[in-house]
């Protein structure tokens, strides 16, 4: 947390982003949101929120989206499903990376809404996207599950949100 660029064109707001490293929406279990383009470091923030959180003797879990949903899949088939959402229910801090690259499958979209149902209220959820939130709706596919999924995540969740251009950009033309 304390390699965070603040000078970086991305729209970080450095008084909310230090609130958001003190913790306190994650002892009160709620959710955070960080939105924006990609390359403008919302992957990385969101660990640093994370590397805090460790620090603060608070349990935390990285995944990208994508490759949680496929390892939920092959758990159901395995017969592993019961113990991998009991684990995923008791972190403190569950960080979904890469929110939104594609559209859920009737699989995904109950393994989610089961996964936030478990932790409402209870323990902390971060996504990330590229995706505004207004369409998220329409990418979870289904109106009466994208209800239920969008009610336990984001309505009362903080929101982060980026903008500029790519960071990888400018690493890149500095080492060229």
Known sequence: PEDVDYR??????RRLFDRLLKGDW???????????PAGVGKSWLACAIGHKAC???????YTRLPRLIDDLSLAKGDGRIAARMKS?????????????LEPLD????????????????????????QLPVARWFDLIGDPTYAD???DRLIHNAHRLELSGE??????????A
């Open 148 to 150: 239920a999924i969008l």
């Open 88 to 100: 995923l229910a008791r972190v403190d801090l569950l960080i979904l990376d890469d929110w939104g």
């Open 26 to 36: 994650i002892a009160a279990h709620e959710s955070l949101a960080i939105i924006g």
């Open 106 to 129: 009737g699989n995904a979209r109950h393994h989610l809404l089961e996964i936030l149902e478990d932790r409402y209220g209870r323990r902390s959820t971060l996504v990330t996207s």
């Open 55 to 61: 620090r603060d003797n608070r349990s935390v879990l």
């Open 8 to 13: 970086a064109a991305r729209g970080l707001d």
């Open 166 to 175: 790519s960071m990888r950009r400018s690493t890149i033309s500095a080492a």
